[in-house]
T-cell receptor
Framework: GNSVTQMEGPVTLSEEAFLTINCTYT??????LFWYVQYPGEGLQLLLK?????DKGSNKGFEATYRKETTSFHLEKGSVQVSDSAVYFC??????????FGTGTSLTVIP | EAGVTQFPSHSVIEKGQTVTLRCDPI?????LYWYRRVMGKEIKFLLHFVKESKQDESGMPNNRFLAERTGGTYSTLKVQPAELEDSGVYFC??????????????FGPGTRLTVL
């Protein structure tokens, strides 16, 4: 079946620290992979995506590379800011009509 | 352009009562989805509408949940009677019908349901 496993939180970092949130997946076929972010009081927003192996998605300084050989899509950012504090969800989509999400990782960045 | 909206933002009810959640998708989006996140767990798919038709309701937990999308516009999700394990955040999402394999889903802010 299809599933996503992501790093347990919560994660607390100091401003300008390096961020990695691990995400691995299980899927039949060739899924598209996503990172969604939920800021406090808001809905889920698409942060970045990759639709095929070796693609790198990037946005707002965040990056993730679709690694088929390790079935991973780890999220990274070189220097986090306080405004990055949010919950991050890794997700996959196999059919174009149903997302499979991870459990979410809460990130708090302190000044 | 308005995004996906959901109402109410928060609902607190007692076990056995009925609650109806509403979702207004982005105008023109044929696809509408419901998801649920139970405390600390992953966000799980509930069902998918294409216009007014249920395309996939494989994620609906049981027959206490009823989703409708009359006229293919807004959707309601009714829980009757509510149980304690129904507590969580219910998300709605919508997407265009483009014929591609990937259609970006736009999510609403969610409705937090608490069943006491």
């Amino acid at each position: 079946g299809n599933s996503v496993t992501q790093m347990e939180g919560p994660v607390t970092l100091s401003e300008e620290a390096f961020l990695t949130i691990n995400c691995t997946y299980t899927a039949t076929g060739y899924p598209s992979l996503f990172w969604y972010v939920q800021y406090p009081g808001e809905g889920l927003q698409l942060l970045l995506k990759a639709t095929k192996a070796d693609d790198k998605g990037s946005n707002k300084g965040f990056e993730a590379t679709y690694r088929k050989e390790t079935t991973s899509f780890h999220l990274e950012k070189g220097s986090v800011q306080v405004s990055d504090s949010a919950v991050y969800f890794c997700a996959l989509d196999r059919t174009g009509n149903q997302f499979y999400f991870g459990t979410g990782t809460s990130l708090t960045v302190i000044p | 352009e308005a995004g996906v909206t959901q109402f109410p933002s928060h609902s607190v009810i007692e076990k056995g009562q009925t609650v109806t959640l509403r979702c207004d998708p982005i105008s023109g989006h044929d696809n509408l989805y419901w998801y649920r996140r139970v405390m600390g767990k992953e966000i799980k798919f509930l069902l998918h509408f294409v216009k007014e038709s249920k395309q996939d309701e494989s994620g609906m937990p049981n027959n206490r949940f009823l989703a409708e999308r009359t006229g293919g516009t807004y959707s309601t999700l009714k829980v009757q009677p509510a149980e304690l394990e129904d507590s969580g955040v219910y998300f709605c999402a919508s997407s265009q019908r483009t014929g591609r394999s990937y259609n970006e889903q736009f999510f609403g802010p969610g409705t937090r349901l608490t069943v006491l």
